[in-house]
């Protein structure tokens, strides 16, 4: 009984060591890093969200993300912001490495973070919004949407002591920033510009920055562990879907597969390649600001085609099915965010395939309903047999067709050899007649 009391608190004593020996000196300074590469969406919120409640809970000294975007939705990014701001853990915004650009939504974060650094030949800005399909809106609408997104980067500029006026020109008039541009401002929009994280380290060490709340704090950064946080498997998954394009296409998949396993029962791959499709299309529809409506535009265009394969109307149903697909394509995201905006070029190529595939599988399955049985009682009319025992008025004589012989009976006599068409079938008995011997022009009759 000693034993197995005993053996339980060792394993526990033994664990606890385990976890004591990796744990970092307390006296170590610990940074969180984090690779931001994507689209600014509710996966990225979450994603930041995460490390940053990671780092709080750990005692971090220091949360870097590096961040190198398009763009994103205006949401995600406030909540990333408000996220950053209430953090215990000081968050620096690093865009990087070279040639990378925080366009946009990634714009308002870099000038929200505690600092913000550029490494060599990296810009941020042109955070001007557009309408939902990426198109210039009227006058009134547009001034409404940068007002609002201006005063939004004039606050977050003015709280962190940065450059104001340039903030609120990257929105307004669409203005971007090199990394010297911006450093070299009076005031400045960035804090420091380093090659690496290293490097940015290495200039962060000992330096006092200004928290959100207007407290100072002294940054150490020297020898400290550096661990880096990835995707779980599931943000992963979602960011990679989580695209309006690659949205689209898996919805796409979805339902041909779904038609061709409801058309071909039994056929399986079609079934389940549509099936997981279409849940990976709704998984990016519920992180995206999907526009229902065109979503059963898309569908009712869809089933337009099927109509009008099945009860032609000369191309009008096929038509009001292409343009419903089109329309429904266009409204689908509704976000003025152009990085989520679905191309012209991409909406006709794919709702197009769509409609020809669509149109191609209704039609073959139409001429295969329509294709008369050729087996059983039903596919033996109109064949061909050759008598092999004469055939009496109101008597029976036998057939041969298809490598079978039959009883046949016919309302005429005919001749043992003769060629006879079959116009019935009842049981086992053929009710056949003779085939009339054709006749060239100029012969005798």
């Not at 969200?49 to 205006?74: K, M, N, W, Y």
């Not at 201006?150 to 606050?155: E, T």
């Not at 099915?321 to 990085?339: F, I, K, Q, R």
Request: charged fraction near 15%; hydrophobic fraction near 50%.
């Amino acid at each position: 009984m000693a034993i197995w009391i005993a053996l339980p608190l060792f394993c526990a004593a033994l664990s606890m060591s385990s976890q004591a020996a990796q744990r970092p000196d307390q006296n170590q300074p610990l940074i969180y890093v984090a690779d931001v590469e994507a689209l600014i969406h509710a996966v990225s919120a979450e994603y930041i969200g995460q490390t940053i409640d990671r780092a709080d809970s750990e005692g971090a000294e220091l949360v870097v993300l590096e961040l190198r975007t398009p763009g994103g939705l205006v949401d995600a990014t406030r909540q990333i912001n408000t996220k950053i701001i209430e953090a215990r853990t000081p968050v620096v915004v690093y865009v990087g490495p070279s040639g990378a650009r925080a366009a946009s939504a990634g714009f308002l974060i870099t000038i929200a973070a505690d600092v913000a650094a550029m490494a060599p030949g990296t810009h941020i800005g042109a955070a001007h919004p557009v309408s939902g399909t990426g198109a210039s809106m009227d006058e009134t609408a547009s001034e409404k949407a940068a007002s609002d997104v201006a005063a939004y980067a004039r606050s977050l500029a003015s709280q962190r002591g940065r450059n104001v006026e340039l903030a609120e020109k990257a929105v307004t008039e669409s203005q971007s920033f090199t990394e010297i541009e911006a450093l070299s401002a009076e005031p400045a929009l960035i804090d420091l510009v380093a090659t690496n994280i290293d490097d940015l380290l290495v200039q962060l060490h000992m330096r006092e920055i200004k928290r959100w709340d207007g407290t100072a704090q002294i940054l150490r950064t020297e020898g400290a562990q550096i661990e880096r946080v990835e995707m779980n498997w599931r943000q992963r998954l979602l960011s990679a879907v989580a695209h309006p394009q690659v949205a689209v296409i898996l919805f796409s998949l979805g339902t041909l597969g779904l038609t061709i396993e409801l058309w071909n029962p039994g056929t399986m791959v079609p079934g389940i390649v549509g099936g997981l499709s279409l849940l990976l299309a709704f998984f990016a529809f519920q992180i995206l600001p999907i526009n229902y409506v065109g979503l059963l535009l898309i569908l009712f265009g869809i089933v337009l085609l099927m109509i009008e394969m099945l009860t032609p109307t000369y191309g009008l149903l096929a038509t009001g099915g292409a343009v419903s697909m089109v329309l429904g394509a266009l409204m689908l995201v509704d976000t003025p965010a152009p990085e989520l905006q679905l191309g012209l070029p991409f909406i006709f190529s794919t709702m197009l395939a769509l409609a020809v595939i669509v149109g191609s599988m209704v039609r073959l399955a139409v001429r295969a309903q329509q294709t008369l049985p050729v087996t059983g009682s039903v596919g033996m009319t109109e064949k061909i047999a050759q008598v092999i025992s004469p055939i009496p008025i109101d008597g029976a004589g036998r057939v041969s067709t298809h490598g079978e012989i039959w009883s046949a009976v016919s309302s005429e006599s005919i001749g043992e050899g003769e060629r006879v068409k079959v116009v019935m079938v009842d049981g086992m008995t053929l009710t056949v007649r003779r085939i009339l011997p054709s006749f060239k022009e100029g012969s005798d009759a």
